[in-house]
């Protein structure tokens, strides 16, 4: 067939509609030592994810580590399904459980700058079902809120709503509340915030750092006070301007191949935990939106987000935050009462006070946090570097690996 000009030019556009979103990884990895690494050194984080490949403690996953918003390392290492000999792929679509947080806390504090609340607002002004609060004791029963909840505490983790240890222990699990976010379910964000409303706080709000619900709350304070389900409010204010086409609370037919099974490690060996294909993600829109754990994302993808943190709020022209709110979001808001890998806890995520605070390598600064499934990221502004595991391994036994990259990573860098 004869290829006319206005043919060429209609072939053209399709390509191009066809093409991929770019991605902050779209130029090649730069020279290890003109982005300030030792390559010999480098080669340490290759061999530790390879090592534990090769002694089947983990399937696969993708690393990507970035310096001046250039990457450095963008690579996929072993398989993403064992049983069909899929290689993992840099566009792999992973499961991001609690690295959900993130987003859905950049979501709330989208409307904090727009003026629609304060931190320090009471969470019942929004959703009145938390008007009347109790606390569980350890010994049993119940007391009074001593003071309201507040928007504060949602985003801190001091609202005293965990994933079900503490004296309340009892009253979640009667309620159904264990792994809900992780399993097809009906219920509603709304009917499920209700009914989280009713159970007795596992602590006084503000006392002290319960990892837990407090950011599937929040992401439900984002639908009220937007007026948007959280999905949407989320597409539309982060991942769609930041060009994140593979983020969402579900994985649509056409791209279901790219999820990654779930492996764990049971009694020291690797197993098949779920398939992609019986995953609740590829089973169409959920219903049930968790702010806190529901997520899917590549790479790729999430590492545009965190870049724009990096960028305090900014990425290719794009502005999701200011800069004075990445710097409040970043700065430590719970000194001594903070639990994690740093000795600091912002909103969102923890970060590190001090050099040291890590107790490992690290730069005052740092912000980070991880997921279920072992996903890891570490964002440093000092250093103008971001590290980013993506793999898929839950339960992880006794692994070490998602924290150690961060080590090799920062043992790598030299100047």
Known sequence: MKTTPFLALALALACAALTPAPTALAAPPQPAAASGFSAPRLQRLDAAIDEQIAARQLAGGVMVVLRDGKPVVFKAYGQRDIEHALPMRTDTIFRIASMTKALTTVAAMILYEEGRFLLKDPVARYLPAFANLQVALPGGGTEKARRPLTIHDLLTHTAGMSYGPGPAKAAYDAAGMKDWYLVGHDETLAAWTDRLAALPLQSQPGEQFIYGYATDVLGRLVEVVSGQPLDRFIKERITDPLRMPDT??????????????????EGGQLKLMETAERSDFVRGPRKLLSGGAG???TAGDYTRFLQMLLN?????????????????MTAD??????????DGFGLGFWVNVRRGGFKELGSEGAFGWGSAYFPQYTVDPKERLVILLMTQ????????LALRVRNLTYQALVR
């Not at 999701?320 to 709110?325: D, E, M, Q, R, V």
């Open 248 to 265: 969402g609370f579900w994985v649509p037919p056409q791209k279901a191949d790219r999820l990654a099974n779930v492996y764990g490690l």
């Open 295 to 297: 997520m899917v994302s």
């Open 312 to 328: 305090r709020g900014e990425l290719d022209g794009v502005r999701i935050l200011s800069p004075h709110t990445v710097a409040l």
């Open 333 to 342: 808001h719970l000194a001594e009462k903070a639990r994690g890998d740093a």
């Open 393 to 400: 391994l839950r339960p992880a036994g006794n692994s070490t």
